[in-house]
T-cell receptor
Framework: EDQVTQSPEALRLQEGESSSLNCSYT??????LFWYRQDPGKGPEFLFTLYSAGEEKEKERLKATLTKKESFLHITAPKPEDSATYLC?????????????WGAGTKLIIKP | KAGVTQTPRYLIKTRGQQVTLSCSPI?????VSWYQQTPGQGLQFLFE???????NKGNFPGRFSGRQFSNSRSEMNVSTLELGDSALYLCASSLSGTSIDTQYFGPGTRLTVL
């Protein structure tokens, strides 16, 4: 069964303290992996798409990487405004009909 | 380019009533997906429409239905509301919903059932 697992469920960091969020997946034929950021009460905001193992993408303090089994979202020197829930989703091949499989998210809190 | 818009933003209904939510996708996007989000369950896929046809459906009861119009705008309807239907309902649009296609989300409609 296709599955996406995010860890940790929650992460508290001090401002400036770098860390990584994990998204592990077991799917048949990865087409793409997506990272979104969601603020409370709002819709998810698209961050990155990764297509193949070894690929990396960066945006400001965020860097996403992909291996054959997992993706990491690295946050360098975070600021309080980076506090949000980060969601990972995978688009699989096979009989998935292009539907996304979502992880439960990691709630990130950056303390000033 | 305008983003995905959803109306209304907030709704309060009572059990047994029905509700209709609306979603206008990004111009040029033909696929619209609907999700229910609750604190305990995360993002749950409801259904997806493409070219006025329901292409995919999640595991929700028949009380949840939707449709898409020729201009790609979509509505979802929930009949006979239950307390457990209280949630944030999100709409996402994408160009075609095929291949590797990014979904862009609207702000959501917060539904509270009393």
């Amino acid at each position: 069964e296709d599955q996406v697992t995010q860890s940790p469920e929650a992460l508290r960091l001090q401002e400036g303290e770098s860390s990584s969020l994990n998204c592990s997946y077991t799917v048949s034929g990865l087409r793409g992996l997506f990272w979104y950021r969601q603020d409370p009460g709002k819709g998810p905001e698209f961050l990155f798409t990764l297509y193949s193992a070894g690929e990396e993408k960066e945006k400001e303090r965020l860097k996403a990487t992909l291996t054959k089994k997992e993706s990491f979202l690295h946050i360098t020197a975070p600021k309080p405004e980076d506090s949000a829930t980060y969601l990972c989703a995978v688009q699989a091949g096979g009989d998935s009909n292009y539907q996304l499989i979502w992880g439960a998210g990691t709630k990130l809190i950056i303390k000033p | 380019k305008a983003g995905v818009t959803q109306t209304p933003r907030y709704l309060i209904k009572t059990r047994g009533q029905q509700v209709t939510l609306s979603c206008s996708p990004i111009s040029g996007h033909r696929s619209v997906s609907w999700y229910q989000q609750t604190p305990g369950q995360g993002l749950q896929f409801l259904f997806e429409y493409f070219s006025e046809t329901q292409r995919n459906k999640g595991n929700f009861p028949g009380r949840f239905s939707g449709r898409q119009f020729s201009n790609s705008r979509s509505e979802m309807n929930v009949s006979t509301l239950e307390l457990g239907d209280s949630a944030l309902y999100l709409c996402a649009s994408s160009l075609s919903g095929t291949s590797i296609d990014t979904q862009y989300f609207g702000p959501g409609t917060r539904l509270t059932v009393l």
